[in-house]
């Protein structure tokens, strides 16, 4: 099987460590780690303005954010695994082309950039031209990765993004979309829900 798979949130733990430098840097109240997730920003509008977490995000993203990031724990395992069963894996991400050097680094560092066929990041021409430089556009994404699926005859992709795995799944292709706090209402014929790197082993068999 050829699968494509997201890395924020999927191979990358993001969120949580997005929300608590952002939580610091305004002086917000977060809830559980259970509960911290994407959705919250869209309940801090009043308290930010988007000026602001653009800065913030541009900042933090310039940084050494992507690099410091820790990779789920069972992560290395299963795709090794997976590959061993013959599987194709290939990265795509909607992160910047830009940040080509630093996420190739970040995977050889963790020891799984050699399980990949192929690591894709957005090109510039598949961005908005007309959305705020470096805001989260899930919509040029979900067309990015749809397209790429295509290309490369996906039959399936592990992704978190609501808009992304409806996109895709309507495409044709069989999303494992894992469990975040801020999916939980999308369902699809084509969807399983996974609570993580073993349950996606479960699935292929592996
Ligand atoms: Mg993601």
Request: net charge negative; proline share 5%.
């Amino acid at each position: 099987m050829k699968l494509g798979i997201d890395l924020d949130d999927v191979i990358a733990v993001c969120a949580v460590p997005y929300l608590r430098k952002f939580a610091q840097e305004f002086g917000v109240e977060l809830p559980d780690e259970r509960e911290i997730g994407w959705h919250l920003l869209a309940s801090l509008n009043e308290r930010v303005s988007p000026a602001d977490r653009d800065r913030f995000r541009i900042k933090l993203y310039d940084g050494t954010f992507f690099a410091d990031l820790d990779i789920y724990p069972e992560c290395p395992a299963v795709l090794e695994r997976m590959v061993e069963a013959g599987h194709d894996l290939f990265f795509v991400t909607a992160r910047a082309e830009r940040r080509r050097m630093t996420t190739e680094t970040w995977l050889r560092e963790k020891g799984i950039l050699r399980h990949a066929k192929a690591v894709h990041l957005k090109p510039m021409g598949d961005f908005n031209p007309d959305w705020p430089r470096g805001r989260y556009d899930p919509s040029s994404s979900a067309e990015y990765k749809a397209r790429l699926a295509k290309e490369l005859r996906l039959d399936a992709f592990c992704e978190d993004d609501v808009v992304i795995a409806k996109t895709l799944a309507s495409a044709g292709v069989r999303v494992f979309l894992f469990d975040q706090p801020w999916n939980r209402e999308l369902a699809h014929e084509r969807i399983s829900r996974v609570a993580g790197w073993s349950a996606v082993a479960e699935h292929l068999g592996v």
